[in-house]
Every structure is written in C-alpha cells, then in structure tokens.
C-alpha cells in the first residue's frame, strides 16, 4: 500500500487484492469487492494469476511491478496488465472480455482477444463491453502505452469457473507469454 513509484517493463495487478482493508485508508469511493461464487472469490483467484505472470516474466529476466487493487503509487511501464473474472445476473450470460483506455490504441487488446479467444471454451464477448472497462480505475495508477483490463472468463458461470479454476498458474503463464510477445514487437 505504501509501495514506491516504479519504473519497469510490466505492471501486474491482481483486481480487488487487498480489499476491502485498502479501501478505506487510500479513500476509493467504490470498494468493489468482485466477483463471487460457489468456486471462489474474484479476488482470491486474481493474485494466483498475477503471481504466476509476474513469476514467469522476471524468469526470463524483465522487471515486473506485482501490484493489488489500490495502492498509492504511480508506475511507469511498458505493459500493464489488470486481471479480473467476471460476474453475472443471469449467470453465465458473460464470458471473457478485455478493456483498454478509451483514445488508446486497440491493436493491443485485439491481439489479446486473437491469442485468448481460441483457447477459451467459452464466448470472448467483446473489447470495452462495458464503461467499467474502458474507464477501470487501475487505468489512472499506470503510464503505459499498452494498458490491458482481462476478465479471463465469468466466475459466477459454474461451467466457466470449473474450467478456469485448475488453470489458474496455466492462465498466468498464457498472460505472460502474450505481454513477453508484446514488448518483442
Ligand atoms: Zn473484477
């Protein structure tokens, strides 16, 4: 919560870690707590992603900011990505999606949606489906040119979740492989 300003390749955020402690002291109006369901909490699942993407990028040697859902500095990168699982009434009426800063490019997250897609079993609904996503409150913490919002699939869907729910170190490792990709590019 008191981390310093970094300068590196890749910021990964694990949405809603730390809240809702980190809410209160760093004054966030909306302390959306995410997605839940019988599978798991949203913010149990996200740090066992980021964990696994920021383990596997400094492996190959690029600096990496591991950050939760509200702390108070503001990094600069090459690549930051913001994990999430999404939530749903009625249940399983979403799937996986990805958002990225309105006015930024979205060569990006299209490439996301061609690397995710085909490995996802279920529907890729789109990029900045909703207002959430294109303006994520993650979005302000980072200067990156490649800003990428990633709902890896509906939590609140039991067929999703038990697919996603053993894969979620592999989900990780996938994340890793696209960002390693990007900063090659
Ligand atoms: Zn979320």
């Known amino acids: 919560m008191h981390a310093s300003a970094a300068d590196v390749d890749v910021v990964v955020q694990a949405g809603h870690q730390g809240r809702p402690a980190s809410c209160a002291p760093l004054h966030v109006k909306k302390c959306n707590l995410g997605a839940s369901s019988a599978a798991g909490l949203e913010r149990a699942w996200t740090p066992i992603v980021a964990d696994a993407t920021a383990r596997a990028l400094r492996a190959d040697g690029w600096r990496v900011a591991r950050r939760p859902a509200d702390y108070r500095a503001r990094d600069r990168a090459r690549f930051a990505a913001f994990i999430h699982f999404d939530g749903a009434i009625p249940a399983c009426a979403s799937g996986a999606s990805a958002g990225f800063p309105l006015g930024n490019d979205s060569a990006p ?19 900045n489906i909703t207002t959430n996503e294109s303006g994520y409150y993650g979005f302000r913490n980072v200067d990156a040119p490649e800003k990428l919002l990633i709902e890896f699939g509906e ?25 390693e990709a990007e900063l090659r590019r």
């Open 109 to 127: 997250a299209t490439r996301w949606r061609a690397f995710y897609a085909p490995q996802f079993p279920f529907t890729f609904r789109g990029l």
């Open 155 to 179: 939590l609140t869907c039991p067929r999703q979740a038990a697919w996603m729910k053993p894969r979620l170190v592999h989900l990780g490792g996938t994340l890793a492989r696209f960002i």
